[in-house]
């Protein structure tokens, strides 16, 4: 596969076969991410693995703090709501992903329902959660953003599915607690990844991108 065919199709998969991605195939993908840049070569990213009976146990936990609405901690503020043409690209993301799930907007329960949903990892096997040390801000963790592309690339170029989940920041102290780490960690995000399950729904969801005439301004 040739990086243009993975970054093309690169996307978004909330739905996982039950198969482990195998051992060897995780320290290539890894090691691949490592590659990433990042200021000063600082690599200020934190990735923890989590997977098998562990990711089980942390699954049940962030479920029962969902389906209790418990409040939640982030690390890092949350933004839910946009305005402007942001506020029309959220609500088509939105428009196209219920539809493939056959969940109406008034649908509230089911809504919720699919909510849920990133707290269970979309049924995948291996989640990997991505921290940052407390010591760092903005600009390191654009690094981290870098270092989670890089990885979700190797993931696409090797037959991996991945899905970057902000909801998966919402309860940081459960996921600290649960892998025995120390508040300094920061959580950004998680990704969750295995092998497509093609007979999900969501997962013949498509959104688009806009094109290179009104996004960008050349200068010269």
Not at 130 to 141: L, N, P, Q, S, Y
Request: include cysteine; glycine fraction near 8%; proline fraction near 6%.
């Amino acid at each position: 596969m040739t990086l243009e065919d993975a970054v093309r199709l690169r996307r978004s998969v909330r739905g996982f076969l039950p198969d482990e991605v195998p051992p060897m195939m995780l320290d290539r993908l890894f090691a691949l991410a490592q590659c990433a840049p990042s200021g000063c070569n600082a690599q200020p990213w934190l990735p923890h693995v989590v997977s098998g009976n562990a990711l089980q146990d942390l699954r049940g936990r962030l479920i029962t703090a969902g389906r209790s609405r418990r409040t939640p901690d982030p690390d890092l503020p949350v933004r839910n709501k946009y305005s402007g043409v942001y506020r029309d690209r959220q609500y088509d993301a939105a428009a196209r992903l219920y539809g493939a799930m056959g969940i109406e907007r008034h649908d509230l329960e089911g809504r919720e329902r699919a909510a849920l949903r990133n707290l269970e990892f979309f049924g995948a096997p291996h989640v990997v959660f991505v921290f940052m040390d407390g010591m760092f801000d903005m600009r390191e963790a654009i690094d981290v953003g870098m270092y989670a592309q890089t990885l979700m690339l190797a993931m696409t170029a090797f037959g991996v599915a991945s899905c970057a989940q902000g909801a998966l920041s919402l309860y940081p102290s459960i996921v600290r607690d649960h892998l025995g780490l120390p508040e300094s960690h920061r959580l950004l995000f998680g990704i969750s990844f295995g092998y497509e399950d093609p007979n999900v729904p969501a997962n013949s969801a498509h959104v688009g991108r806009n094109d290179v005439a009104a996004a960008i301004q050349f200068h010269r």
